[in-house]
């Protein structure tokens, strides 16, 4: 019997030992990730997407996330290039360097988290307060698509030393501005409004002046040029009627005309 259990319990423990090598020497990476084979602890290789081989209990792979991932900082205290104060919502989109692998895992254990606070968040803090500075709060927001590209910019520049991450992007999604400020902006767009307002009015008023003008000169010109052609009538009458005068006149005081023969003294014969 005890012969017999005996047997048994070598062929159990020599079945686990054949499905322990089956099932614990393969392995698959996704492909949204990369593996980082270790060897009693050290890192033997970076590993790609598939199926791969690994001897058991000396071996171990532990898996690196590739995709892209968006992590947001609230209430990032800065101020604008005319001092007033705002807190930011900032998200980066960024994901692992794919030959930085090694060092992710080496330095950070693959846990990106601990390393956006080691390498992003100071240098997020720092240099995209000083961009912020370089805007004017009224301008920061009607160029909110450059500020987020110098702000994206100057991250990638801050850690190009280091690049373990790549910055896909940065935006600053929110700027919340001191209430002071936010009444001085609706004072103030409220102003322009009501300027803008009567410049239309004056603009309108202004048309309608043109108009009444143009419609009193063109009435004015029109009585002008009816008076000047009656004038004109009248000089050409008047010019006719002595060019008639004069021409008969001549006519009259031309010799041996029937006229002047009509009106001639008669001679009486004495004889």
């Known amino acids: ?3 017999k259990f005996g047997g048994t319990f070598i062929l ?3 079945g686990l030992l054949v499905l322990t090598i089956v099932f614990g020497s393969w392995y698959t990476v996704d492909q949204t990730q990369r593996g980082v084979l270790l060897r009693n602890g050290a890192l033997v290789e970076v590993v790609q997407p598939g ?5 058991p209990w000396i071996e171990s792979v532990s898996k690196i996330d590739m995709q892209t991932h968006n992590f947001t900082f609230e209430n990032v205290n800065s101020y604008s290039a005319d001092q007033q104060p705002a807190d930011l919502r900032i998200s980066v989109r960024l994901h692992v360097a794919p030959d930085k692998v090694a060092q992710m895992y080496s330095r950070f254990a693959g846990d990106q988290q601990a390393a956006i606070s080691r390498l992003i968040t100071p240098h997020m803090n720092q240099e995209v307060k000083v961009v912020f500075g370089q805007y004017t709060a009224q301008r920061a927001i009607t160029a909110r698509g450059q500020l987020n590209a110098d702000a994206a910019k100057a991250l990638n520049d801050a850690i190009a030393y280091d690049p373990i991450f790549v910055i896909e992007g940065v935006q600053i999604e929110d700027i919340e501005f001191s209430k002071d ?5 609706e004072a103030r767009m409220q102003a322009e ?4 307002q009567r410049q239309q009015e004056l603009a309108q008023e202004k048309i309608k002046a043109d108009i009444a003008v143009t419609q009193a000169t063109g009435r004015a010109n029109s009585i002008r040029a009816e008076a000047q052609a009656q004038a004109d009538a009248t000089t050409l009458r008047g010019n006719a009627e002595a060019s008639a005068i004069k ?3 001549e006519a009259l005081a031309a010799p041996g005309s029937t006229a002047t023969q009509e ?3 008669v001679a009486l014969s004495l004889y």
């Open 1 to 3: 019997m005890n012969y």
């Open 12 to 14: 159990l423990l020599a």
């Open 51 to 55: 199926l791969h081989f690994k001897w």
């Open 181 to 185: 400020y936010i009444r001085s902006v």
């Open 193 to 196: 409004v009501a300027v803008q």
């Open 247 to 249: 021409a008969k006149g």
């Open 263 to 265: 009106h001639a003294p």
